[in-house]
């Protein structure tokens, strides 16, 4: 019998206790033992909940308790939780995670620490949800050198854009549905900026490349700006609006952004709808491969963290120290020295005055028609993003445009 401790006892963590309970005799013939929640701490009171009487809000019940030899850390942020998961560490308790905020910002240091101490940190849950990635990259696909990384990999933007696509929903109803339904951040600010996404292309970016890349200096952008109108025009050319955490190797150097992006509508991703995420893997030995599955909520984000914990248990994976070989912080190429085709939306005054403006100062453009929106909507020729960026910007001072009403990132 294996004792283990929950640190919050939240969306994820409930989750955690419910399977653990629901699946004991599975999960105990894959660990090879019975597993036990002993404590969950948590600082509020849970008089209905199911496992009233393990919750403690005193961690010394749990560090202190010799007995206990794992603990789930799913607190989340980099306060309280990075501490409880260095004191389980110094403790001796191995720990599994659903924090990518905790993993973006001090992984090399915790599994450092971990390893220090011969006990495992391992955080499946923390990318993708339910979706198996962080072992697939770090031990499957570990003969291949990854040359690049596409993904959707926040669940809650995804199913904000899907639902005001497909039902017409306002971004503001599908944001109070997604945080209803538990996929949204306790601050969905984080997911709809792009925050939460960044720090996942980040833990797959420093494990894939082998270089501790840092999720404060990716380039990030979210989904705030996108509209109905934009929509309306990438369906017109067959595409569609996605949030893009994507990150590739080249030359050993690594770019690295997250930003909406338009695709055609046959490229692998844009089937990809509603909570779930999606991550397409290039590796020169194996070519794309890509993993698809829900990547929010309660019960698949804790079918992660019970498969880490499985793991620990069968002692399968010991001390999990081959992810960040180097931990020193990478070098970002600057992405405004690399090409990439961007859409524009504009309002004008005189749609042929502006036209005439935009062909002088774009050169090459494709513009796309739309009955029913007066809007000029192009797509640029394929250029440097700094270029394309500036000339876009000088457009908007111009007496035939009244207003530059989006600029979108087009990989098509
Ligand atoms: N808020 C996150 C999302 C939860 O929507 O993807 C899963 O990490």
């Known amino acids: 019998m294996i004792n283990i401790a929950i640190l919050g006892y939240g969306v994820v963590g409930s989750g955690v206790a419910e399977i653990i309970e629901k699946n004991k005799n599975n999960i105990a013939a894959r660990a090879g033992q019975n597993i036990q929640v002993k404590r969950i701490l948590d600082i509020k009171n849970f008089p209905d909940a199911p496992h009233k009487e393990l919750i403690t809000d005193n961690p010394d019940h749990i560090f202190k308790d010799k007995t206990i030899s794992l603990v789930v850390e799913t607190i989340g942020g980099t306060r309280a939780a990075y501490e ?32 220090k101490n011969r006990v495992n940190y391992m955080f499946e849950a923390s990318v993708g949800g339910g979706i198996p990635i962080i072992r697939p ?5 570990s003969a291949n050198r990854i040359n690049s990384i596409t993904g959707i990999l926040n669940g809650t933007t995804n199913y904000i854009l899907t639902r005001m696509k497909v039902n017409g929903e306002s971004f503001e109803d599908a944001l109070k549905d997604a945080r209803q339904k538990g996929y949204a ?5 984080a997911d709809i900026e792009g925050h939460d996404a960044c720090r996942k292309i980040a833990i797959l ?8 890349v840092d999720a404060s200096v990716i380039k990030t952008e979210g989904i705030s700006k996108i509209t109905m109108n934009d929509m309306e025009f990438a369906e017109a050319i067959n595409s569609t609006i996605k949030l893009l955490a994507l990150s590739r190797y080249e030359n050993g150097k690594i770019y690295c952004r997250v930003a909406p992006g338009i695709i055609k509508k046959t490229h692998p991703l844009a089937g990809v709808d509603d909570v779930f995420n999606a991550v397409l893997v290039n590796g020169d030995a194996i070519g794309d491969a890509m993993f698809y599955g829900q990547g929010a909520g309660k019960l698949p984000t804790a079918s992660a963290v019970i498969a880490d914990v499985i793991d620990i ?6 001390v999990v120290d081959n992810v960040w070989v180097r931990p020193e912080k990478s070098n970002l190429v600057d992405i405004a020295n690399e090409s990439i085709r961007l859409f ?20 090459k453009v494709e513009y796309i028609e739309l009955k029913a929106n007066n809007e000029i ?4 020729d394929l250029d440097l993003e700094g270029k394309l960026r500036a000339l876009l910007a000088s457009l908007r001072g111009s007496s035939e445009i009244n207003k530059v009403e989006n600029i979108i990132a087009a990989y098509i």
Do not use: W
């Open 84 to 115: 409880f998961t260095k004191n389980a560490f110094m403790c001796g308790k191995h720990v599994v995670s659903s924090n990518k905020e905790l993993v973006a910002a001090h992984g090399p240091e915790l599994l450092k620490l971990a390893k």
């Open 137 to 141: 990259l770090s031990r499957c696909l």
């Open 185 to 189: 951040e306790a601050d969905p600010t």
């Open 205 to 212: 970016s420093s494990i894939a490349y082998n270089e501790f």
């Open 313 to 318: 248990v069968h002692d399968r994976y010991s």
């Open 344 to 363: 524009a939306r504009f309002s004008a005054r005189n749609r042929e005055a502006a036209k005439q403006k935009i062909n002088k100062v774009m050169g």
């Open 377 to 380: 909507a192009f797509i640029t």
